[in-house]
Protein backbone atom coordinates (compact mmCIF):
# COMPACT_ATOMS: atom_id res chain seq x y z
CA UNK A 1 0.00 0.00 0.00
CA UNK A 2 0.99 3.65 -1.14
CA UNK A 3 1.18 5.83 2.00
CA UNK A 4 -0.56 9.29 2.55
CA UNK A 5 2.23 11.01 2.47
CA UNK A 6 3.53 9.61 -0.94
CA UNK A 7 -0.12 10.07 -2.63
CA UNK A 8 0.03 13.49 -1.56
CA UNK A 9 3.60 14.09 -2.81
CA UNK A 10 2.35 12.70 -6.32
CA UNK A 11 -0.45 14.83 -6.40
CA UNK A 12 1.70 17.93 -5.68
CA UNK A 13 4.28 16.71 -8.64
CA UNK A 14 1.75 16.24 -11.13
CA UNK A 15 -0.24 19.78 -10.27
CA UNK A 16 3.33 21.53 -10.46
CA UNK A 17 4.13 19.85 -13.78
CA UNK A 18 0.10 20.58 -15.20
CA UNK A 19 1.09 24.63 -14.15
CA UNK A 20 4.01 24.24 -15.83
CA UNK A 21 2.88 22.81 -19.17
CA UNK A 22 0.35 25.62 -18.59
CA UNK A 23 2.46 28.03 -18.31
CA UNK A 24 4.66 26.79 -21.58
CA UNK A 25 0.86 27.19 -23.46
CA UNK A 26 0.04 30.52 -22.44
CA UNK A 27 3.73 32.09 -23.23
CA UNK A 28 3.33 35.24 -24.70
CA UNK A 29 5.33 38.08 -26.39
CA UNK A 30 5.10 41.36 -24.62
CA UNK A 31 7.47 43.68 -26.04
CA UNK A 32 8.04 44.82 -29.40
CA UNK A 33 11.77 45.96 -29.78
CA UNK A 34 12.40 48.78 -32.96
CA UNK A 35 15.15 47.17 -35.67
CA UNK A 36 15.04 49.01 -38.99
CA UNK A 37 13.78 51.02 -41.05
CA UNK A 38 12.99 50.81 -45.01
CA UNK A 39 12.63 52.76 -47.78
CA UNK A 40 12.05 56.63 -48.82
CA UNK A 41 9.62 58.33 -50.68
CA UNK A 42 10.52 58.38 -54.59
CA UNK A 43 11.06 55.86 -57.52
CA UNK A 44 14.04 54.42 -57.82
CA UNK A 45 14.91 50.54 -56.39
CA UNK A 46 14.65 50.89 -52.67
CA UNK A 47 12.58 53.98 -52.65
CA UNK A 48 8.54 53.58 -51.78
CA UNK A 49 5.55 55.83 -52.91
CA UNK A 50 1.84 54.72 -51.06
CA UNK A 51 2.92 51.04 -49.50
CA UNK A 52 -0.17 49.02 -49.47
CA UNK A 53 -0.47 45.46 -49.42
CA UNK A 54 2.11 43.17 -48.38
CA UNK A 55 2.96 39.24 -48.68
CA UNK A 56 5.64 36.89 -48.50
CA UNK A 57 6.79 34.11 -50.02
CA UNK A 58 10.34 32.02 -49.14
CA UNK A 59 12.53 34.20 -48.45
CA UNK A 60 11.08 37.46 -50.41
CA UNK A 61 8.67 40.29 -49.27
CA UNK A 62 6.48 41.89 -51.86
CA UNK A 63 5.08 45.54 -51.77
CA UNK A 64 2.36 46.68 -53.42
CA UNK A 65 3.29 50.53 -54.55
CA UNK A 66 0.44 52.43 -55.37
CA UNK A 67 2.26 55.91 -55.90
CA UNK A 68 4.75 54.27 -58.16
CA UNK A 69 1.96 51.44 -60.07
CA UNK A 70 4.07 48.73 -59.36
CA UNK A 71 5.59 45.49 -57.17
CA UNK A 72 8.75 45.69 -55.11
CA UNK A 73 10.68 42.71 -54.53
CA UNK A 74 12.90 42.73 -51.44
CA UNK A 75 14.74 40.21 -49.80
CA UNK A 76 14.43 39.20 -46.01
CA UNK A 77 17.66 39.10 -44.44
CA UNK A 78 18.49 36.60 -41.38
CA UNK A 79 18.79 39.96 -38.80
CA UNK A 80 15.11 40.62 -40.42
CA UNK A 81 16.42 43.52 -42.72
CA UNK A 82 15.58 43.96 -46.22
CA UNK A 83 17.44 44.52 -49.63
CA UNK A 84 15.86 45.57 -52.82
CA UNK A 85 15.54 42.79 -55.82
CA UNK A 86 13.46 44.46 -58.42
CA UNK A 87 10.79 46.09 -59.32
CA UNK A 88 7.83 44.96 -61.24
CA UNK A 89 5.38 46.78 -63.12
CA UNK A 90 4.37 50.09 -64.68
CA UNK A 91 1.28 52.59 -64.65
CA UNK A 92 -1.22 51.27 -67.27
CA UNK A 93 -4.47 49.09 -68.07
CA UNK A 94 -2.24 46.50 -70.42
CA UNK A 95 -1.18 43.19 -68.36
CA UNK A 96 1.46 43.51 -65.87
CA UNK A 97 0.21 46.93 -65.50
CA UNK A 98 -1.37 48.57 -62.70
CA UNK A 99 -3.54 51.90 -61.34
CA UNK A 100 -4.13 51.83 -58.30
CA UNK A 101 -2.51 48.11 -56.51
CA UNK A 102 -3.43 47.45 -53.27
CA UNK A 103 -3.97 44.27 -51.81
CA UNK A 104 -1.87 40.93 -52.13
CA UNK A 105 -2.13 37.75 -51.43
CA UNK A 106 0.32 34.38 -51.92
CA UNK A 107 -0.70 31.25 -52.84
CA UNK A 108 1.53 28.38 -54.17
CA UNK A 109 3.83 30.17 -56.16
CA UNK A 110 1.34 32.91 -57.19
CA UNK A 111 0.88 36.04 -55.91
CA UNK A 112 -2.92 37.74 -56.45
CA UNK A 113 -2.83 41.27 -56.85
CA UNK A 114 -5.78 44.32 -56.14
CA UNK A 115 -5.34 46.41 -59.57
CA UNK A 116 -7.81 48.72 -57.74
CA UNK A 117 -8.58 51.12 -60.63
CA UNK A 118 -8.21 48.41 -63.52
CA UNK A 119 -11.47 46.67 -61.36
CA UNK A 120 -9.40 43.38 -61.13
CA UNK A 121 -7.27 41.06 -59.82
CA UNK A 122 -3.64 40.48 -61.47
CA UNK A 123 -2.05 37.16 -60.93
CA UNK A 124 2.02 36.93 -61.42
CA UNK A 125 4.03 33.64 -61.40
CA UNK A 126 6.59 34.03 -58.70
CA UNK A 127 9.91 32.55 -60.09
CA UNK A 128 12.81 30.90 -57.87
CA UNK A 129 14.60 34.23 -58.02
CA UNK A 130 11.33 35.96 -56.29
CA UNK A 131 10.72 38.10 -59.69
CA UNK A 132 7.90 37.85 -61.02
CA UNK A 133 6.02 37.08 -64.61
CA UNK A 134 2.43 38.45 -65.36
CA UNK A 135 0.37 35.15 -65.99
CA UNK A 136 -3.69 36.46 -66.02
CA UNK A 137 -5.63 39.55 -65.48
CA UNK A 138 -9.36 38.47 -63.94
CA UNK A 139 -12.40 40.75 -64.16
CA UNK A 140 -13.35 44.11 -65.03
CA UNK A 141 -15.91 46.70 -63.85
CA UNK A 142 -19.20 46.64 -63.17
CA UNK A 143 -21.84 44.76 -60.92
CA UNK A 144 -21.99 41.46 -61.86
CA UNK A 145 -20.57 38.35 -61.14
CA UNK A 146 -16.53 38.23 -61.71
CA UNK A 147 -17.20 42.13 -62.10
CA UNK A 148 -15.44 44.72 -59.72
CA UNK A 149 -15.76 48.17 -58.13
CA UNK A 150 -12.88 49.72 -56.33
CA UNK A 151 -11.54 46.23 -54.75
CA UNK A 152 -9.47 46.47 -52.15
CA UNK A 153 -8.18 43.60 -50.45
CA UNK A 154 -7.89 39.99 -50.55
CA UNK A 155 -7.47 36.89 -48.36
CA UNK A 156 -7.25 32.76 -48.80
CA UNK A 157 -8.27 29.93 -47.64
CA UNK A 158 -8.12 26.79 -48.97
CA UNK A 159 -8.29 26.65 -52.51
CA UNK A 160 -10.19 30.21 -52.46
CA UNK A 161 -9.76 33.78 -53.07
CA UNK A 162 -12.23 36.24 -51.14
CA UNK A 163 -12.10 39.79 -52.64
CA UNK A 164 -13.00 42.84 -50.77
CA UNK A 165 -15.60 44.42 -53.34
CA UNK A 166 -15.99 47.72 -51.92
CA UNK A 167 -17.62 49.54 -54.42
CA UNK A 168 -20.32 46.56 -54.72
CA UNK A 169 -20.49 45.96 -50.68
CA UNK A 170 -20.03 42.89 -51.50
CA UNK A 171 -17.24 40.05 -51.22
CA UNK A 172 -16.84 37.90 -54.03
CA UNK A 173 -15.34 34.31 -53.84
CA UNK A 174 -12.90 32.62 -56.35
CA UNK A 175 -12.02 29.38 -57.00
CA UNK A 176 -7.98 29.11 -57.31
CA UNK A 177 -7.45 27.02 -60.48
CA UNK A 178 -3.96 24.42 -60.97
CA UNK A 179 -2.43 26.60 -62.95
CA UNK A 180 -3.49 29.95 -60.91
CA UNK A 181 -6.13 31.01 -62.72
CA UNK A 182 -9.62 32.14 -61.05
CA UNK A 183 -13.30 31.06 -61.66
CA UNK A 184 -16.14 33.05 -60.25
CA UNK A 185 -18.21 31.17 -57.53
CA UNK A 186 -20.00 33.46 -55.70
CA UNK A 187 -20.73 36.91 -53.88
CA UNK A 188 -22.02 37.75 -50.39
CA UNK A 189 -23.69 40.88 -49.08
CA UNK A 190 -24.97 44.11 -50.31
CA UNK A 191 -25.17 47.24 -48.94
CA UNK A 192 -26.79 48.19 -45.71
CA UNK A 193 -26.21 48.38 -41.73
CA UNK A 194 -27.25 45.14 -40.64
CA UNK A 195 -25.52 41.91 -40.22
CA UNK A 196 -24.35 40.67 -43.83
CA UNK A 197 -24.84 44.32 -45.21
CA UNK A 198 -22.08 46.29 -45.87
CA UNK A 199 -20.96 50.12 -45.91
CA UNK A 200 -17.50 50.04 -47.10
CA UNK A 201 -15.45 47.12 -46.75
CA UNK A 202 -11.73 48.32 -46.02
CA UNK A 203 -9.70 44.83 -45.33
CA UNK A 204 -10.26 41.22 -45.09
CA UNK A 205 -8.84 38.56 -42.57
CA UNK A 206 -9.21 34.67 -41.85
CA UNK A 207 -8.89 32.42 -39.07
CA UNK A 208 -10.00 28.97 -39.09
CA UNK A 209 -13.22 28.86 -40.18
CA UNK A 210 -13.94 32.57 -39.74
CA UNK A 211 -14.15 35.20 -41.86
CA UNK A 212 -13.51 38.85 -40.54
CA UNK A 213 -14.75 41.95 -42.00
CA UNK A 214 -13.25 45.16 -41.45
CA UNK A 215 -16.54 47.57 -42.59
CA UNK A 216 -15.55 51.19 -42.30
CA UNK A 217 -18.94 52.88 -43.84
CA UNK A 218 -20.23 50.70 -40.25
CA UNK A 219 -17.76 51.42 -37.75
CA UNK A 220 -17.70 47.60 -37.13
CA UNK A 221 -15.80 44.54 -38.16
CA UNK A 222 -18.41 41.48 -39.19
CA UNK A 223 -17.44 38.28 -38.59
CA UNK A 224 -18.71 35.55 -40.85
CA UNK A 225 -18.76 31.35 -40.62
CA UNK A 226 -17.46 29.83 -43.74
CA UNK A 227 -18.95 26.56 -44.24
Known sequence: MIGVPIIAL?????????????????????????KFIFGKKG?????????????????YLYVAESGNARVQVLEIQPDGNLVSKFTFGARGEKIGEFRGNHGLAVKNNYLYLIDAA????????????????????????????????????????????????????RI??????????LVSKFTFGKEGKGLGEFGFIENLAIKNNFFYVSDTGNNCIQILEIK
Do not use: W
Open 10 to 34: LIAIGMTMSCVKSTKKQATHKELIP
Open 43 to 59: TGLGDLAKPHGLATKNN
Open 172 to 181: QALEIQPNGD
Open 118 to 169: NARIQVLEIQPDGNLVSKFTFGKEGKSLGEFQTPLALAIKDNFLYAADSGNF
